[in-house]
Antibody, heavy 120, light 106 residues
Framework: QVQLVESGGGVVQPGRSLRLSCAAS????????MQWVRQAPGKGLEWVAV???????GYADSVRGRFTISRDNSKNTLYLQMNSLRVEDTAVYFC??????????????WGQGTLVTVSS | IQLTQSPSSLSASVGDRVTITCRAS??????LAWYQQKPGNAPKLLIY???TLQGGVPSRFSGSGSGTDFTLTISSLQPEDFAAYYC?????????FGQGTRLEIK
């Protein structure tokens, strides 16, 4: 079955960096675009970044220039490199598999999330 | 593209019929999905392509709409339905979510 497991969250000071990972299993990882979505404590969902199956990427304005999404298809792993972190980046970060086809577009499979806390 | 969900919160009783609306700031065809989220959990896909029920989701959930106006309807609320609900547009980047609707027990 499809499984997505995030890791790498923790407490970090403003201005520092952190790298999140999302280990995928149960499907052909290299064939799917992947996404990162975050949720600040008590708030709604915010889309963060996308990477296509062949490495094309896109970012929310709030993170562009600071965050980099990448993937290693040989390791079935998605990454989010977060630099110059701000207090407002504090959130649970979810990875999700992007379904894109004639039937529609949606995020069916999600990881359980990893908490990033940016605080001095 | 901004998505405006209403209401932002809703109190209802088991057995009630409830409707949540989602309005897009510009046309998004039918590239709209609905998710349910319970505290501490990842979102769960309920409906995609505005009206297609995801496999395994109870038939009391339904979606409709196209263009800019969409609705999620729960025909008869069950205890397990009390949660937060989000709409999401996938017509263009940046992908956006509605601000959410918190469905509470009356």
């Amino acid at each position: 079955q499809v499984q997505l497991v995030e890791s790498g969250g923790g407490v970090v000071q403003p201005g520092r960096s952190l790298r999140l990972s999302c280990a995928a299993s149960g499907f052909s990882f290299s064939s799917y675009a992947m996404q990162w979505v975050r949720q600040a404590p008590g708030k709604g969902l915010e889309w963060v970044a996308v990477i296509s199956y062949d490495g094309g990427d896109g970012y929310a304005d709030s993170v562009r220039g600071r965050f980099t999404i990448s993937r290693d298809n040989s390791k079935n792993t998605l990454y989010l490199q977060m630099n110059s972190l701000r207090v407002e980046d504090t959130a649970v970060y979810f990875c999700a598999r992007y379904e894109y086809g004639d039937n529609g577009r949606y995020f069916h499979h999600w990881g359980q999330g990893t908490l990033v806390t940016v605080s001095s | 593209i901004q998505l405006t969900q209403s209401p932002s919160s809703l109190s209802a009783s088991v057995g009630d019929r409830v409707t949540i609306t989602c309005r897009a700031s510009q046309g998004i065809s039918s590239y709209l999905a609905w998710y349910q989220q319970k505290p501490g959990n990842a979102p769960k896909l309920l409906i995609y392509a505005a009206s297609t029920l995801q496999g395994g989701v109870p038939s009391r959930f339904s979606g409709s709409g196209s263009g800019t106006d969409f609705t999620l309807t729960i025909s008869s609320l069950q205890p397990e339905d009390f949660a937060a609900y989000y709409c999401q547009q996938l017509n263009s980047y940046p992908i956006t979510f509605g601000q959410g609707t918190r469905l509470e027990i009356k």
